[in-house]
């Protein structure tokens, strides 16, 4: 299958630094037959597809994944999926990074790609370029909200291209206004980027960053420290059908408290006094959801 797209459309992407981040999530993204415009909101493992798209599922089988190159303003010869062998070529996917996916196989009753991995925090950028060529970019975390929310640095002109998957077309273009904010029927504050969703932008003037300095909220249900030397990192997260797995680095002859959270803000607790470096749990479901862990108050 190739692919045409019907508006003059980058490999650009850049990290500021990223502070060690002590929290993991998932994210499930309902995808269409056809051309999907996604993006990996989390930090998984090396971040190839192989490990950012692993599912088993008979939904990947034959789909195949397009990045866009920036300095050739084309995209790139794409990675098929097959099962049993996984895709190929084994091409990265870091947070941030937009990307196409096309779905081939009959779909589900309920077609979902799910992302998981450690959520980045700290001082995030994604490189944009500028003198009006396209980037394909998407939130370097898993938020849904504006633009503008998403602290995106529109100028004057700029042009935002969101895909409308079940149309398999795209929505008529948001232009940013200096003084004013974004046109469209969104309003100022630009459309809405759903989590794990990619935008195409056009960008008149020099080339920026999108920065942002992002960190979850502390706040917390009754119970928890408050204390983020209290915090543990978990550096992994594995889920498979009905299970979770989540390695926690706790340290020898200390225990730690397991929270999970779906909105980042109100958390709720899920296991206490764990010592075991691996914890195992039920897989919550929705459509996303956050762990983070503590030490055991003494």
Known sequence: MGLTLCVGLASQ?????????NMVGYANVRVSAGYNF????????????????????????????????????????PATYSQG???????????GRGFVLAITAPLPQF?????????PMGELSNLILGSNRLSLVGSLVPQSTSLAGLEYPGVDGELAYLWNPTNQAFIDASTFFSGYG?????????PILPIAHAVFVQRPGPDTNWT?????SMARTAGASSRTDSELA??????EKSDIKLLVMVPAGAA?????????TTWKSVATKQASPVWRGTYPGGTHGYYRAVKSAR
């Not at 909101?41 to 920036?70: H, K």
């Not at 942002?212 to 979850?216: A, E, L, P």
């Not at 978990?234 to 889920?239: D, K, L």
């Open 256 to 264: 730690y408290d397991l929270w999970f959270s779906r909105d980042g």
């Open 85 to 95: 062998v996984g895709w190929n070529p084994d091409i990265q996917l870091p947070p």
């Open 212 to 216: 942002r300095r992002f960190f979850i």
């Open 38 to 77: 996604l993006v990996n909101p989390f930090i998984t493992g090396s971040n190839n597809i192989n490990a950012v798209l692993s599912s088993g599922s008979s939904l990947l089988n034959g789909a195949q994944v397009w990045l866009w190159n920036g300095t050739n303003q084309s995209f790139e010869a």
């Open 111 to 119: 077609p979902i790609v799910m992302f998981q991995g450690v959520i």
């Open 234 to 239: 978990i550096t992994s997260i594995v889920i």
């Open 182 to 190: 974004w046109s469209g029927a969104a309003g100022s504050s630009g």
């Open 13 to 21: 992407r850049s990290f500021a630094q990223i502070y060690p981040t």
